[in-house]
């Protein structure tokens, strides 16, 4: 069996401390659109962001978060920037953008860490990872064309 899917992307499901935070990274600093919100009682409150055909939905729950992400992702504890290879399960998501310079330099003025700069991965593919403000990894990545 496989999997028949009726839309060309998943959407992705991401638990927050703070909305409003995660907003003014997602939508101010990166650009993307507000899709309306969903409460759900006894559970919590469900953002929704368009990403392309991607769905980003950030899940304020109604009971306290538990922060950081990782076990400690503190400045100071920080032992790579690989840190959230770390740990399992749904680490990262990945953006294939046309403007990585400009993105970079975008997420680091608004205060955001930068915990991989740009880098060639692969001759052709450039790559960048940013942290958003829960500490989740944003990679993108920059396909040049030759």
Do not use: W
Not at 62 to 80: F, G, I, L, Y
Not at 94 to 114: P, S
């Amino acid at each position: 069996m496989a999997v028949q899917l009726t839309k060309s992307a998943i959407d992705l499901g991401i638990v927050t401390a703070s909305v409003d935070k995660a907003l003014s990274f997602y939508c101010g600093v990166l650009g993307f659109k507000r899709n309306g919100e969903m409460a759900l009682p006894g559970f919590g409150v469900v953002t929704f962001l368009e990403c392309g055909d991607t769905i980003l939905k950030f899940l304020v729950p109604e009971n306290s978060v538990h922060q950081p992400v990782m076990p400690d992702s503190s400045e100071s504890s920080r032992s790579s920037e690989l840190e959230f290879t770390k740990v399992t399960g749904y680490r990262y998501i990945t953006m294939t953008v046309a403007n990585l310079a400009e993105v970079v330099t975008e997420c680091r003025n608004a205060g955001h860490k930068v915990i991989m700069d740009i880098r060639q991965l692969t001759p052709g593919v450039n790559v960048a990872m940013v942290e958003d403000p829960d500490g989740n990894t944003v990679e993108f990545i920059d396909i040049v064309s030759s």
